[in-house]
C-alpha cells in the first residue's frame, strides 16, 4: 500500500511542498528513503524506527521505501521525520489520514516519540499557505512562529502518541492562537550618552532618515563603534512585512525561539574582519544566508573596515547595488535578500593617529597611501556618506556640554522624514531616497538654476562619477526631507557635498 504525506522543505530562504510517499510491500524487511536526501534525512530511518515503538505502534515488518518528491531536488535537515512517520503507520493502517486531506506534517522526532523544533518554519508555512495547505502539524515550539503565516490553522504537537489520538478523533488538539507580541521594540544603546560629535551625529540622522551608506573615519577612541551601536535606535520600526521578511531569515539560520519567534527590532550585524567572503554572503552545500542578508531591512556594521580581506569587501558590490545576493552551486542558483544598512568605521592610517592634534602619528606618507589603498575606489563610490570623526577635547568629555539629544528625539525626526518619502513614491515605489532609481531621481531630485550652478563645479572639482553624482542628489533629497522642504535647494545640497570621501581617502 502507498500512502502520501504532504510535508514542506526549504531551498535557500524559500518553502516549497514536498510529498512523502510511503509504500510497504513483500520481500526482506528493509528501510530505504530516496528523493535525493542528505546525511540527516537518511538517518530519520532510525529515529522513526524507535519513535513508532516507543509510541506503542508496531514497526512494519516488510520492505519500506520511502520517496520524497519532487525526487530531483536535494532534501536536507530532519524536518521529513513526521511525515514518513505518518505515512508509514498510514500505509499499515495503524493511523487513519481521511479526515487530513489538506494537511501537511513537519518535525524532528526524538528516539521516545517527542517532536523537537526544527529551522526554517516560517517560510515553510508560507508555503504551505500558498500550495493551499489548510492545516498544518507542526513541533509546539515552532507553533507561534509558524502562526505568523496568516490563513493557516496551526496544530502544535508535543508527541507521536499525541498526534495519534487527534487523527483518531479521541483528543483533538486545539489549534494555536495567531502569536501577539504586546511589548514594544526595545530601541538600545541612546544616543543622549554620547558626548561631542554632533556633526557625525548629523550624518548618522541623514543615513537612517534616507537609508544610506555611511563610513566614519577618525583616531581611536573617538566614538565611531559607539555611535553605529546606537544607529538601529533611531531607525523607523519595522513594519510588518519587513518583519516577516527578516523573520523568515533568521528563522532559516535557527535564530529564532518560541519566546522570541518574531524579529521586532531591526538586525544590527558587526561581524570580525576575519571573516571570509563565504560567511559574508552565504553559501555551502546546503546554502545558507550570510551576514548581509542577516542585515536585512537592518545594519550591517565594518569595524575596522581596511582590515577585511579584499574579497570579502568587494563581494559586497553587488548586494549594495542590486538589494540581493544570488549564491550559484553545482545543485542551482539561491538568491538571498540583502538590503541593508552598510555603516562602516576606520581608523586614517595603521597607528590610528594620522591627523590627530597630538601629532603622534608615525607612519610615512606612503605607508598612510597603502593602509588606505586597501579600499577600492568602486567600493567608496558606493558610500553615500563620509564624515571624519575628531578626537574630543577636555571640556567635551568632562560634562561642561548641554547634555545631548536623545535617540527617541532623533527617531521622531527620522520618522517624520520617512513618512513623507513613503507617502511620495507609494506601495510599490521605492522604501526610502537611498533606493530611489532614474525615474524617481527625475521626477524628485530636479535642481534650479543655483544649485545646478553648485553642483557642475562641484562635478569637476571632485571627480564624481554619474554614480557618485546620484548619490549626492539622493542624499541631498533627505537632507531636503528632514527640512520640510519639497524641492531641493542650495544648502541642502551644499551639505550634501561635504560628505563626500575627503582628500585622504580619494588620494
Known sequence: MVCCVTSLGLYGVEGYPVTAECALSGGLPAFDVVGLPDAAVKEARERVRSAVKSSGFDFPVSRITV???????????????????????????????ARERDSAFVGELSLDGRLRPVSGILPMAL???????????????????????D?????????????????????????????????????????????????????????????????????????????????????PDLTRAEALACTEIYSVVGLTSREHPMVRRRPFRAPHHTISAAGMTGGGSTPRPGEIS????????????????????????????DGQTQISRVSGSVTYPS??????????????????PSGRCACTEQ??????????????????????????DYEELSGAS????????????????????????????????????????????????????????????LGLTARGYDRILRVARTIADLDGAEEIQVQHLAEALQYRPPEHLRA
Open 402 to 461: 548641554p547634555p545631548a539629544e536623545s535617540s527617541e528625539a532623533i527617531r521622531a525626526r527620522v520618522n517624520a522624514a520617512r513618512r513623507v518619502q513613503t507617502e511620495r513614491y507609494g506601495p510599490d515605489g521605492p522604501a526610502c531616497n537611498a533606493q530611489m532609481g532614474p525615474k524617481e531621481l527625475r521626477a524628485y531630485c530636479k535642481l534650479d538654476e543655483p544649485c545646478q550652478k553648485l553642483i557642475r563645479g562641484a562635478y569637476d572639482r
Open 67 to 97: 520517496n520524497l518528491a519532487p525526487a530531483g531536488r536535494r532534501k536536507a535537515g530532519t524536518v521529513y521525520d513526521l511525515p514518513i512517520l505518518v505515512g508509514i503507520l498510514a500505509a499499515g493502517g495503524q493511523l487513519s489520514l
Open 339 to 356: 538590503r541593508f544598512m552598510l555603516v562602516c568605521a576606520m581608523n586614517p592610517c595603521k597607528c590610528g593617529w594620522y591627523g590627530h
Open 151 to 235: 490563513g493557516l490553522a496551526v496544530f502544535p504537537v508535543r508527541t507521536v502518541a499525541e498526534l495519534a489520538a487527534h487523527l483518531s478523533g479521541e483528543r483533538p488538539i486545539q489549534p494555536a492562537p495567531a502569536w501577539q507580541d504586546g511589548q514594544a521594540p526595545v530601541h538600545g544603546p541612546d544616543f543622549a550618552e554620547v558626548k561631542g560629535q554632533e556633526h557625525t551625529k548629523r550624518a548618522l540622522e541623514i543615513a537612517a532618515a534616507g537609508g544610506h551608506h555611511v563610513l566614519m573615519s577618525g583616531s581611536p577612541g573617538s566614538g565611531k563603534s559607539m555611535m553605529a551601536k546606537r544607529l538601529p535606535g533611531i531607525l
Open 127 to 149: 508555503a504551505a499557505r500558498r500550495a493551499g495547505v489548510g492545516r498544518l502539524f507542526v513541533p509546539a515550539d515552532n507553533a507561534p512562529e509558524a502562526t505568523l503565516a
Open 294 to 321: 542577516l542585515a536585512h531591512n537592518g545594519v550591517l556594521f565594518l569595524d575596522e573596515l581596511p582590515e577585511f580581506h579584499s574579497d570579502v569587501l568587494e563581494v559586497l558590490r553587488q548586494p549594495l547595488e
Open 367 to 392: 605607508a598612510v597611501r597603502r593602509y588606505l589603498s586597501r579600499l577600492s575606489g568602486p567600493m567608496l563610490d558606493r558610500i553615500d556618506i563620509c564624515v571624519d570623526v575628531p578626537a574630543l
